[in-house]
């Protein structure tokens, strides 16, 4: 276990990143995932992408007027967003898509719902973390168990996901999620079924590893709509639940409350959020110059001040919190076959809504 609330005081007012309680990454005011932008003229780019909360949407639609782009941020969930690009590859409304995993951005380039293009930082990146291709890595973020330290210490604290409804004094005590609709959300599952991996299972998993996900849902705190996880902690309806890395220092400030988060044994998910050029495009050659723009060291270095985040541009590093950059230098990443994943989260999805989650 390890303390995130010295991952800086300075971050913006509270919306969502990608599924800590409440709605996870709610649309801007300027359209939403289930239709077009509004208004959106021939000069805007249209920005699809599950992290525009935080303040983050409003943020880089400053940055980028500044820089002579103007864009309408179009927010939604990983899933929904890979979803919508897919749906729409015939006829695409986005430009420009970021914020999407590694696993996302797959399934949407496999689509053939994405164009080709190299940005000129793209020597500035290791072009492992992307495809080397089509989308490019932009920040890490890591999924985290996070739990109420005021009230809990860290011995006390669970040690790992299966401690939650394996140990009574935790039943009840953390928030499980609505929906599987957001990145955070798949990727907690992802490490978790993971472990459980049989070829002969069903959908690649053992019957043990089910059992995990029928617990999990079993003994948890619903999510309530509209109601941040942090709003529960700090109320002591719950103590405990899942959240993304970059999101906890400004929740504990918005909140009061103190958070730390939990590594087990095998790891955590680490999630790689990329950009990507979307095929089709009408406004190809300003949308390439944005992907440029966006990604390069400079504007990378003041995103990751603003929202403490850990960016994957070695020149945008040294303007990265140092907290930062030494939490993801001891993190240890869980050993996950991302193509295994990527292959079964369908399924393992449909399975758990119908299922499980009531």
Known sequence: MRKLQTLVAAAVAATLLA????????????????????????????????????????????????????????????????????????????????????????QVKNEGALEAYQPKWAGDVDKGLGDGETYWPLVKQAILLGYNSDKISKDAAPKDWTDLWTKDEFKSRYERVTGMGTATAQLVFAGILSRYRDDSGDLGISDEGWKQVEQYFKNGSPAVAKTDLFARIASGEVDMGQMPSSIIAEREKSFKVNVDTVVPSVGVPLAVEQIALVKGTKKKEQAQKFIDWFGSAGVQGEFAQQFNSMPVNKGAQAKANPEVVNFFADLKQQDIDWNFVQKNMGSWVEKIELEYMT
């Open 19 to 106: 599924g800590c309680g409440g709605p996870a990454n709610p649309p801007s005011s300027s359209g939403d995932a289930s239709g077009s932008p509004a208004g959106a003229s021939p000069d805007t780019l249209v920005v699809y992408t599950n992290s525009n909360g935080e303040g983050r949407g409003d943020w880089l639609t400053k940055k980028a007027a500044d820089a002579g782009f103007k864009i309408e941020i179009v927010g939604a969930g990983g899933a929904d967003a890979t979803n919508k690009l897919i749906a729409e590859k015939n006829n695409p409304i986005a430009d420009v898509a970021f914020g999407l995993n590694n696993m996302y951005f797959s």
